[in-house]
T-cell receptor, first 115, second 114 residues
C-alpha cells in the first residue's frame, strides 16, 4: 500500500520569494515514481515534475525542482521566484513503476502568492 | 494534439438516473484511468485500464462501470446515480511520451446528483 502525506493545507508567500511544499510518502515498492501536479482555480490537473526512485539527481523543470530525500521518504516541491500565477492547489502523488500503475494522491496544499 | 478530452464538462442528474462520461486521448497511450475528486481530498482512483480490452478496479469502484472501447476511448458509466457520486471526475492517460511514467489529465467533468 502507498500513502502520501501533505501536512500544509494552505500557504501564503510573497511574490518573488521561493516556496517549499512538503510531501512525505510511504511505500513497500522498491521502485516508484513521485509526481507533482498543479490545479488552478479553473480545475484542470497540470503535470509539473517527475522523480524516479532510482534517479541519482533531483529533478528540475524550469522554476520547479524536487528535493528528493529517499532515506527520509520526502519529495518536497520547490518553486523559485514565485509568481502570482503560481496560486493554486498543489498535489503530490506516487505510483509504483512496475505492475500496478495506480497513482496515489495526497490531500493537497493551497498556495496563495501575495503581491 | 488535443491530449485528453472529456465530455460533458458539467452534468446534473436526479437520483437514480444513469449517464456515461466519455474520455478520449490522442497520444497513443496504453493506460487510461478514471478518478474522482471530492472537496478537501486528493484524487481517488475509480477504475483503470492498462491496455485495450482490460479493466481493473481502483480504490472506489462501487456504483461505476467502465468500458475500454478501443485504445483511444475509456468511458465511465453510472447506472443509478446517487448523491454520494456528486464529484469532479477526471480521466487520465499514461504513456512513455513525452514524460515516461507520467499521467496526463483531461479537463474534468463536474457532476451533481440531486
Amino acid at each position: 500500500a502507498q500513502k502520501i502525506t501533505q501536512t500544509q493545507p494552505g500557504m501564503f508567500v510573497q511574490e518573488k520569494e521561493a516556496v517549499t511544499l512538503d510531501c512525505t510518502y510511504d511505500t513497500s515498492d522498491p521502485s516508484y515514481g513521485l509526481f507533482w501536479y498543479k490545479q488552478p482555480s479553473s480545475g484542470e490537473m497540470i503535470f509539473l515534475i517527475y522523480q524516479g526512485s532510482y534517479d541519482q539527481q533531483n529533478a528540475t523543470e524550469g522554476r520547479y525542482s524536487l528535493n528528493f530525500q529517499k532515506a527520509r521518504k520526502s519529495a518536497n516541491l520547490v518553486i523559485s521566484a514565485s509568481q502570482l500565477g503560481d496560486s493554486a492547489m498543489y498535489f503530490c502523488a506516487m505510483s509504483p513503476l512496475f505492475g500496478n500503475e495506480k497513482l496515489t494522491f495526497g490531500t493537497g496544499t493551497r498556495l496563495t502568492i501575495i503581491p | 494534439n488535443a491530449g485528453v478530452t472529456q465530455t460533458p464538462k458539467f452534468q446534473v442528474l436526479k437520483t437514480g438516473q444513469s449517464m456515461t462520461l466519455q474520455c478520449a486521448q490522442d497520444m497513443n497511450h496504453n493506460s487510461m484511468y478514471w478518478y474522482r475528486q471530492d472537496p478537501g481530498m486528493g484524487l481517488r482512483l475509480i477504475y483503470y485500464s492498462a491496455s485495450e480490452g482490460t479493466t481493473d478496479k481502483g480504490e472506489v469502484p462501487n456504483g461505476y462501470n467502465v468500458s475500454r472501447l478501443n485504445k483511444r476511448e475509456f468511458s465511465l458509466r453510472l447506472e443509478s446515480a446517487a448523491p454520494s457520486q456528486t464529484s469532479v471526475y477526471f480521466c487520465a492517460s499514461r504513456g512513455q511520451k513525452p514524460k515516461q511514467d507520467t499521467q496526463y489529465f483531461g479537463p474534468g467533468t463536474r457532476l451533481t446528483v440531486l
